[in-house]
């Protein structure tokens, strides 16, 4: 029998359609880099006129790293898919130890995966990691600048590692610290900026040979609110005015909902959900009714109690707070802190509200946001109360 090679290699016969598929998109985004148009979208509309195309393809993607030391090998990457449209901005959230720079760092080059596609602007990153280069910035999780050069310095010199001439970097670089703010301190050395203006200074060295994707891997972890308020200012400016890909790392749930176009939650080095923000939190029928137990009482016997009120669905603790969904959160409230009382339970706090991102991750793990990696204290299912 005849067999067409692909049937041989299947895996080189997928990435070459991938390859194809995407291969508009790598056009469009070359054409894009000498179009005179600025960006003028508003905030979360998709910034590019096709936001079909796809500017990162993640499929399957398989990575392990040695455990060390005899241990068990660690699966960073267990199967992770995703695409993000080209001039968006793709928020990949989890907890720590999710998977998130593992992802970022396949895609750009820095860490090969086991197995598995992912292409930038259609570009195989195994196969063609110059091409891919050329096309990217990436700021990393921990700091990159050099601290005993002033803020200007350093973005000079890393244009000039990309091979931009003197005149274009310094051009640059001046426009850059006057987007984020740091023309006052631009000559002054890193080792005096704050945290969220050193941060700023990262992503600015990542921005200066105008990348057409840019990899942002936690860009405000560690800073105070302020800093992180800002610094979302200054991203959404930035996504806005360069008209580029942007994937996001992010553990703030706030981060996600403000900044990202779409985002997918990975968990265990899997994408357990994937939309827009709003996609994600219209998926949850219903409020979220939260109730903080006072000190002395037991969660254990908060659910048991809980468990009778109609109308409640998805029951979990996490130490004191014990949450639930129900249809019409109002009122729902008055008969579950009727039930506690009657169970003799002590509340310190009860509310309801709209769901929110924590709630979608909540339903596609079984845990808190804030409970990461930990095993949910308790868990309880009361499905067959809901009205
Ligand atoms: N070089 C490495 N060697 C061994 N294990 C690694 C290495 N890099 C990452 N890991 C492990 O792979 C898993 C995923 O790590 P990764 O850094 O991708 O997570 P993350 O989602 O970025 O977490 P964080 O939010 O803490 O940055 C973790 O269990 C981590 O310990
Ligand atoms: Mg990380």
């Known amino acids: 029998m005849l067999e067409h090679p692909s049937h041989l290699n299947p895996e080189a016969s997928r990435t070459r359609e991938l390859r194809q598929q995407h291969f508009k998109a790598h056009l ?25 195309l796809q500017a990162l ?35 990949l959230l989890g907890p720590n130890g999710a998977g998130k720079s593992t992802t970022a ?59 931009m001439p003197a005149r274009d970097a310094r051009v640059r670089a001046s426009d850059l610290l006057d987007r984020f703010s740091l023309t006052d301190a631009s000559d002054r050395l890193v080792k005096t900026y704050s945290g969220g203006m050193a941060r700023k200074l990262d992503v600015a060295i990542g921005l ?31 996504a806005r005015i360069e008209q580029m890909t942007v994937l996001l790392t992010t553990h703030y749930l706030d981060e996600a909902d403000r900044l990202a176009n779409r985002l997918a939650i990975v968990d265990h080095g899997r994408v357990v959900a994937h939309g827009t923000p709003n996609e994600l939190k219209d998926g949850l029928r219903g409020d979220s009714v939260i109730v903080e137990l006072a000190p002395d009482a037991r969660p254990e ?37 009727a039930a506690l009382e009657d169970a003799a339970l002590q509340v310190a706090s009860a509310t309801v509200a709209r769901p929110s991102l924590d709630d979608v991750y909540l339903q596609h793990t079984g845990r808190t946001f804030a409970a990461g990696q930990k095993s949910p204290i308790l868990s309880s299912e009361s499905e067959e109360n809901a009205a």
């Open 208 to 238: 200066m040979h105008r990348p057409q994707v840019l990899f942002l891997d936690e860009p405000t972890t560690g800073l105070d609110p302020e800093a992180r308020s800002e610094m979302w200012a200054e991203l959404e400016a930035m």
């Open 28 to 52: 469009s985004l070359s054409l894009r880099m000498f179009s005179p148009n600025g960006g003028s979208s508003q905030h979360k509309e998709p910034l590019m006129a096709q936001p079909h």
């Open 301 to 337: 016997s908060a659910l048991s109690a809980m468990a009778n009120v109609a109308g409640l669905r998805e029951l979990t603790a996490d130490g004191r707070t014990v949450r639930a969904r129900a249809d019409a959160g109002r009122s729902a409230l008055p008969r579950v802190l």
């Open 105 to 163: 760092k396949i895609l750009s080059t820095l860490s090969r995966a086991d197995s598995g596609t992912a292409l930038v602007a259609g570009v195989d990153v195994a196969r063609h990691p110059d091409r891919v280069r050329r096309t990217i910035g990436f700021v990393a999780q921990k700091p990159v600048s050099d601290p005993t050069a002033t803020g200007r310095e350093n973005l000079v010199l890393a244009g000039r590692l990309q091979g």
């Open 57 to 91: 393809v993640a499929e399957d993607l398989i990575k392990t790293y040695p455990g060390g030391r005899g241990k068990p090998q660690v699966r960073a990457l267990d199967g992770l898919s995703f695409t993000a449209e080209a001039g968006t901005i793709f928020g």
